[in-house]
C-alpha cells in the first residue's frame, strides 16, 4: 500500500459516486484547489481532515493513515507533461517564464513567489466566443536575503 494507490481509490470512488471536487472541499470548509491537490497527494491532511476524506471516499483505517503522511511533491510521471492540458501549462510557462520572471522582479525586487504560502482560484468565465478558464495563482513574494 501506498500513498499513490489511495489516491487511486479516491478517483475510483470519485468518479463511481459521480462527486465534485467543490462538494468534496464543501464538507472541509477548504477551497476546491487545495483539496483537490491533497486528494490527489500533493498536501499532507491533518487527522480530521483524512478521516472526513476517509467516510466521503470509503476509504479504509490505513487508507487514511495515509492522507496524513507528508507526500514527496510533485506527481507528474514525466520531466515534460504528455497530457495535453497539464503541457500546456508547461508551454506557457516556456513561453511567458522569462517574462513572469521579469515582470515579478521589477514589482518586487530579487526573490521568488512562494508556492507554500499560496493560493490558487480557478474560475469558469462566460464569453460569448467561447467560455474561458480564469486562474489566480496568489503567492507570498520572498525575498532572497543577504547574509
Request: charged share 25%; with cysteine.
Amino acid at each position: 500500500m501506498s500513498r499513490l494507490d489511495v489516491t487511486e481509490k479516491i478517483i475510483t470512488a470519485k468518479v463511481m459516486k459521480g462527486l465534485k471536487w467543490a462538494d468534496v472541499a464543501a464538507k472541509l470548509n477548504l477551497s476546491k484547489e487545495w483539496v483537490t491537490a491533497a486528494c490527489l497527494g500533493q498536501m499532507t491532511l491533518n487527522a480530521e481532515q483524512a478521516k472526513i476524506i476517509a467516510e466521503i471516499f470509503d476509504l479504509s483505517d490505513e487508507d487514511q493513515k495515509w492522507l496524513m503522511v507528508t507526500p514527496c511533491k510533485g506527481s507528474l510521471p514525466t520531466a515534460v507533461p504528455t497530457d495535453p492540458l497539464i503541457y500546456r501549462f508547461y508551454e506557457m510557462i516556456n513561453v511567458y517564464g522569462t517574462t513572469i520572471k521579469q515582470l515579478i522582479h521589477e514589482e518586487f525586487g530579487d526573490g521568488i513567489m512562494s508556492a507554500i504560502d499560496f493560493k490558487m482560484d480557478l474560475q469558469r468565465v462566460a464569453d460569448p466566443m467561447g467560455d474561458r478558464v480564469n486562474i489566480v495563482l496568489n503567492g507570498k513574494f520572498l525575498p532572497y536575503k543577504q547574509f
